[in-house]
């Protein structure tokens, strides 16, 4: 949408529970704060900023306030290094009857993140069968990961192991399981957009995915 002096592209945030303000552009703080009165739904609203965005500025001076950081990664599916698989783990498609299994993990997994936070419990990911690709690993009937791809485009969406599985491979297996959902579409890449942590940094690089960069996520509630 356009308004005098400001534009945006809107939609719902992937990391927060708000309506997202893609691209935004405004000349000024006024017509920054034009652009927000004219958005067609309810607050709150967030952006998120690549470093040194001159928005930044404005924004903060429209009272949008950080509340995450999140790095870019990606890399080709073409060589990506197979792991083993963990002991006991099983993969399956996930459906929406495990909601209740799935709530749980989730938590477990990503408890303590400030984009978990932002997104509220539950997230919404628990009604997600047959959106893309949403793969979940099993030790016996204890749900204990989730991986949510888009695909063809590749896109790992959301990808929490609970802590006392974590170094064991699951994840890996996840990945696994994306990068073949996403091949059989069409795609060549992933690409993860993850709250800048040193366990998804460390577990990226291990994989090969190679940094993209950082954004700045702001929210005015
Ligand atoms: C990031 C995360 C998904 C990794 O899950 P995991 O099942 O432990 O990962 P794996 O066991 O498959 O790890 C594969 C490799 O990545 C690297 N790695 C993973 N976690 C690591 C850590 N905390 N420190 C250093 N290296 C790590 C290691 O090289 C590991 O192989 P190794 O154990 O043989 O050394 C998990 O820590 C997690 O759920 N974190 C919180 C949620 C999150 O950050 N999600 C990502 C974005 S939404």
């Known amino acids: ?91 399956l498609t996930y459906s929406n009857d495990m909601a209740e299994r799935y709530d749980d993990a989730e938590f477990d997994a990503l408890d303590g993140l400030a984009i978990y936070k932002a997104m509220g419990r539950p997230t919404g990911y628990n009604q997600g069968a047959g959106y893309g690709d949403f793969t ?8 204990i990961g989730f991986c949510f791809t888009q695909v063809p485009e590749g896109i790992i969406w959301w990808l929490g192991v609970v802590p006392e599985e974590r170094r064991k491979g699951v994840a890996r297996m996840l990945i696994d399981s994306a990068a073949r959902a996403t091949r059989t579409s069409g795609g060549t890449h992933l ?10 940094r460390a577990f990226f690089s291990a994989l090969g995915f190679r940094e993209r960069g950082t954004r700045e996520l702001l929210i005015r509630r």
């Open 1 to 91: 949408m356009t308004t005098d002096g400001a534009a945006c592209q809107i939609g719902p945030s992937p990391t927060a529970r708000a309506v997202r303000l893609d691209n935004v552009t405004a000349r000024d703080a006024a017509a920054l704060e034009a652009l927000i009165q004219a958005v067609p739904a309810v607050p709150p609203y967030d952006m998120a900023l690549a470093p040194g965005d001159p928005m930044g500025a404005l924004a903060r001076e429209a009272g949008f306030e950080p509340y995450a950081t999140t790095v870019t990664v990606a890399r080709a599916i073409e060589g990506l290094p197979a792991g083993e698989p963990a002991d006991g783990v099983r993969l």
């Open 136 to 143: 979940v690993a099993l030790r016996g009937d204890h749900l």
């Open 191 to 200: 690409l993860a957009e993850v709250e800048d942590t040193p366990e998804a």
